[in-house]
């Protein structure tokens, strides 16, 4: 009984993250409801995983979870940068830093 009130939540919220995504005033915030979405989604996996009592389930969340992870930072790199293959110059230099502070 309590899965499904935590189902009903968790389906609330899912729902809250897809008008957040498409309602976002910048791009971040589309990013970041995405990501939101991939983790409830991985909590609608282990939630599964728990009420049919099924341990594959989990390892299946977790791949998902790591999936999630590595495209949310691949997304906000190419907002950041525009592309995959190799940052500019300017972003690895330190530029808040002067010698000064370093030592």
């Known amino acids: 009984m309590i899965e499904l009130v935590i189902l009903g939540v968790v389906l609330v919220s899912m729902l809250c993250t897809i008008i957040r995504s498409i309602a976002g005033p910048t791009s971040f915030d589309r990013i970041l409801a995405c990501n939101s979405f991939g983790t409830h989604t991985v909590i609608m996996i282990g ?54 502070e370093i030592a």
């Open 47 to 100: 939630l599964v995983g728990v009420v049919t009592h099924h341990d594959f389930y989990l390892d299946i969340a977790l791949v998902y979870a790591l999936i999630n992870f590595i495209a949310t930072i691949a997304f906000l790199r190419y907002y950041k940068y525009g592309t995959f293959n190799e940052l500019p110059l300017d972003a690895l230099q330190p530029t808040h830093l002067d010698n000064e």
